[in-house]
């Protein structure tokens, strides 16, 4: 199985700053790698997929990096509707397929 | 617009049975995989099962194998989690969600409490 490290757990971050989100994968995942937010009572919603590529309607200021075992999640300018939590998951070897256990941003 | 309804959650004793529904509108069913993830509470995502567009491939993750059996029917646009054997820790919001692979859209779930 596929270990998903998330850093950090937490991250307190001003309205208007920049947020970046680290996701680790315990072996190559190649680019098959998501991201998703969660605000509390939500689905999840889907941010990034194939570590790069926002889904439909997702803003710019949301953008995914890295590939192999090591990405991130940029968010450019937080808004004040950011303020959630992140997981990312990969869907290169399954099953199962695994999800990080998550970063909540929050506000500083 | 894609819409996915989870219903037939519930309370449930250990050791019982549940059957969850999604149904799907918006979109051609019949063309898509399908997932079930669970979210216990407070808890991070947790993936549960996948099926195949014609329903003859499917897949679940280990705590749930051989207890939980998913199933669908393209006729009436509906995706099933049959859930027995139920434990304490099966209790969750229960979300379908579309695609196999990585899930572009989902229900807004179902919560199964598996208490005494």
């Known amino acids: 199985e596929i270990v998903m490290t998330q850093s950090p757990a937490t991250l307190s971050v001003s309205p208007g700053e920049r947020a970046t989100l680290s996701c680790r994968a315990s072996q190559s995942v190649g680019n098959n790698l998501a991201w998703y937010q969660q605000k509390p009572g939500q689905a999840p919603r889907l941010l990034v997929y194939g570590a790069f590529t926002r889904a439909t309607g997702i803003p710019a200021r949301f953008s995914g990096s890295g590939s192999g075992t090591e990405f991130t999640l940029t968010i450019s300018s937080l808004q004040s509707e950011d303020f959630a939590v992140y997981y990312c998951?990969?869907?290169?070897?399954?099953?199962?397929?695994?999800f990080g256990q998550g970063t909540k941003v929050e506000v500083k | 617009e894609v819409q996915l309804l989870e219903s037939g959650g519930g309370l449930v004793q250990p050791g019982g049975s549940l059957r969850l529904s999604c149904a799907a509108s918006?979109?051609?069913?019949?063309?898509?995989?399908m997932t079930w993830v669970r979210q216990a509470p407070g808890k991070g995502l947790e993936w549960v099962s996948a099926?195949?567009?014609?329903?003859?491939?499917?897949t679940y993750g280990d705590s749930v194998k051989g207890r939980f059996t998913i199933s669908r029917d393209n006729s009436k646009n509906t995706l099933y989690l049959q859930m027995s054997s139920l434990r304490v820790e099966d209790t969750a919001v229960y979300f379908c969600?579309?695609?196999?692979?990585?899930?572009?859209?989902w229900g807004q779930g179902t919560l199964v409490t598996v208490s005494p």
């Open positions: 969600a579309r695609r196999y692979d990585f899930w572009d859209y």
């Open positions: 918006g979109f051609t069913f019949s063309s898509y995989d």
């Open positions: 099926i195949s567009i014609s329903g003859s491939t499917t």
């Open positions: 998951q990969q869907y290169d070897k399954w099953p199962p397929r695994t």
